[in-house]
């Protein structure tokens, strides 16, 4: 079995019906390889990753071999040493995915599209020439790099020292854990503030009166 963390969490949604959020960091192939849709090959896949992990993962497992709502996805965070290479440029999730961790993907492709849009009206007119457009791309990354990496800083990097992950690693933690989740539930406590990456510090949204229509 390939090496990797395994989590699996359950949600009662209703009086007949239990969701089961499986998920993990693994080294495996035939999860890797297993393609996208063929939910069959994906479900034995999680198998094979999961066997043996302890409490009720073997009733869990017979039970996702018999949905037919399973749903499979993976956890991507795209960084590249540059988004534009020649005339051709890069935004959104091809550019900067920031995986669905932070809660930025949407905001991220937003924020990156305006820049890139104002960077090409305030360079791009007809008095600056062929070179206008290079320009524009090289402000693009320049402004908005700052901005997502501070987005991306930490995200699916190792973190098998963390505190979650040593909370989550005995029975007396996974205990703590719940009671603390059952608390702010009863509260009406949204852990997401402190989770999303939506405090981006020292990084201002630039304006463009080029993108101002009279």
């Known amino acids: 079995m390939a090496p990797g963390k395994r989590m699996m969490m359950t949600r009662r949604h209703s009086p007949h019906k239990i969701q089961v959020y499986l998920g993990g960091t693994t080294d495996s192939v035939r999860l ?9 090959e994906e ?4 198998a094979e990753f999961l066997h043996g992990a302890g409490w009720k993962t073997e009733e869990i497992i017979q039970s996702m071999k018999d949905a037919d709502d399973f749903y499979c996805e993976r956890l991507a965070l795209v960084k590249l040493d540059c988004w534009s290479k020649g005339h051709m440029v890069l935004i959104g999730d091809a550019a900067h995915c920031p995986s669905g961790r ?3 993907g949407t905001t991220s492709s937003m924020v990156g599209a305006y820049i890139l849009a104002g960077e090409i009206g ?3 007119g007809a008095e600056d020439g062929k070179d206008g457009l290079a320009v524009a791309l090289k402000a693009y990354e320049q402004k908005f790099r700052p901005f ?7 995200v699916l990097e190792d973190s098998e020292d963390g505190l979650l992950d040593s909370l989550m690693a005995t029975s ?12 702010m539930s009863f509260l009406k406590i949204n852990p997401a503030k402190w989770m999303m990456k939506e405090n981006v510090k ?9 993108l101002l229509r009279d």
Not at 172 to 183: D, E, P, Q, S, T
């Open 202 to 210: 020292n990084w201002d949204l630039p304006e463009y009166e080029e």
């Open 148 to 154: 997502m990496e501070q987005v991306q800083q930490g």
């Open 102 to 104: 932070t809660g930025m």
């Open 172 to 183: 007396f933690g996974i205990g703590i854990f719940n009671y603390l989740a059952g608390k």
């Open 43 to 46: 479900k034995e896949a999680f």
């Open 32 to 40: 890797k390889n297993s393609r996208r849709g063929d939910t069959k």
């Open 122 to 124: 305030r360079h791009c």
